[in-house]
Nanobody, 124 residues
């Protein structure tokens, strides 16, 4: 079974940066990053395919966030630059089969299991 642990969240000022990590156990074809703000539905942020590092981003984060991976460490990263107040949320990672990787932009369907999440708070 796959297990995931998210880390790297914290409280920052708008315009600053954070780098989140998703440590996974097992073999995965794709890892997606999602976020959920209080009272809101879970939103797909980005995904990366293990083979070829093909990545996708939500329009709301494109140009500011970068998803990357270090296969030797079984870790996927989400580097978040130019953070905005609206980026405030709990961030989760979850795996999916490689052919489901594009589905991150349509929601979390097909991505499971989930880690505990890491909180990101951006203040102005």
């Amino acid at each position: 079974q796959v297990r995931l642990v998210e880390s790297g969240g914290g409280s920052v000022q708008a315009g600053e940066s954070l780098k989140l990590s998703c440590l996974y156990t097992g073999t995965v074809g794709c890892i997606g990053w999602f976020r959920q703000a209080p009272g809101k539905e879970r939103e797909g942020v980005a995904s990366i395919r293990s083979l070829g590092s093909i990545s996708l981003y939500a329009d709301s984060v494109k140009g500011r966030f970068t998803i990357s991976q270090d296969k030797s460490k079984n870790t996927v990263y989400l580097t978040m630059n130019s953070l905005k107040v609206e980026d405030t949320a709990k961030y989760f990672c979850a795996p999916a089969p490689s052919d489901r990787c594009p589905a991150v932009l349509a929601g979390a369907r097909g991505f499971h299991p989930w880690g505990q999440g890491t909180e990101v708070t951006v203040s102005s």
